[in-house]
């Protein structure tokens, strides 16, 4: 029987965790941690996500709010209000709610972003730092995976590894920490990594994951992985996400791995939700906690 990795408990211990943190570090200092989420638009999705990291900020003890703007905001007019939260000495931490609306550049909107209160990690000098191997704001989502991976006790020295998905916000970035080197000052996994992607063609992909001992996909694309592409007690990391509907006319998510075949082969497996998910808005507490300790030491 495969382990299911369970997301959900692995975040309430993080959570638990960093809110005994925070309250210590409280004692020495005049104000909580704060983080300001800006959301452009109504899709239902980002306003949940965004509910949920902040039902999380108010847990472990950091004060939060949504800059909600409507999705007729012009570029300039969503930067110069990420401008203000620059300037804003009581805020911490920035996150711009992914995906805004197409008449505005995702690049531009998240380089708008302080590095230092970057805490998506999504700026090009933190992408660049975690490229060098530099501490930095490391993306939540890449940090997930690694905390999940640690915390369930998969070995990943010398494993052979997949990551299914090229994104700059997190197949690349995943990719370059699986691979490096355990002593630098952002320490790495030390595997061997294969990157793949959608387009990478199917009977490729397929000897690419029978070999790895861990797979690890971000493609969104619906049960792209099947049990016949994974080896026999691989650990598979689903960190796809995409709403379908059921016959019902009801809203399901599903992951990019055919979840109840895979499991057959699997020895670690990541259920759609309640895997990456939940760890990925915990790691973004850390990173907000990590932006006010540097703002205010």
């Not at 209000?81 to 709610?97: A, M, P, R, T, Y």
């Not at 797979?215 to 990391?237: F, R, Y």
Request: net charge neutral.
């Amino acid at each position: 029987m495969p382990q299911i990795i369970n997301g959900r408990n692995i975040a309430n211990e993080i959570q638990d965790d960093l809110r005994a943190d925070i309250s210590e570090w409280l004692k020495t200092n005049k104000r909580n941690p704060s983080l300001v989420a800006v959301l452009v638009g109504d899709d239902p999705a980002s306003i949940k996500y965004v509910e949920k990291k902040m039902e999380a900020a108010k847990y472990v003890g950091i004060d939060s709010k949504i800059e909600k703007l409507p999705d007729t905001i012009s570029e300039s007019e969503l930067i110069s209000k990420i401008n203000h939260l620059n300037e804003d000495v009581s805020v911490d931490g920035i996150l711009v709610q992914l995906p805004v609306p197409e008449h505005i550049s995702e690049r531009n909107v998240c380089n708008a972003v302080n590095p230092i209160k970057d805490v998506d990690g999504f700026h090009f000098s933190n992408a660049g730092k975690l490229c060098l191997n530099m501490d930095t704001f490391v993306p939540c989502t890449v940090l997930a995976v690694i905390e999940l991976l640690k915390r369930t006790g998969v070995e990943t020295f010398a494993k052979n590894i997949v990551v299914c998905g090229r994104s700059k916000h997190i197949g690349l970035p995943l990719s370059i920490l699986l691979h490096s080197d355990a002593r630098n000052q952002l320490p790495g996994l030390e595997a061997t990594v294969t990157m793949c992607h959608r387009n990478t063609p199917p009977e490729q992909l397929r000897v690419f994951t029978k070999l790895a001992d861990i797979v690890i996909s971000a493609t969104g694309v619906v049960h792209l992985i099947k049990e016949d592409m994974v080896k026999q007690g691989a650990c598979v990391v689903d960190i796809g996400m995409t709403r379908t509907k059921t016959q019902e006319g009801k809203v399901k998510l599903v992951g990019d791995v055919d979840f109840e075949n895979v499991k057959n082969v699997a020895e670690y497996i990541t259920p759609v939700p309640g895997g990456v998910g939940p760890v990925t808005v915990a790691m973004l507490m850390k990173n907000t906690f990590k932006a006010a300790k540097i703002h205010l030491s």
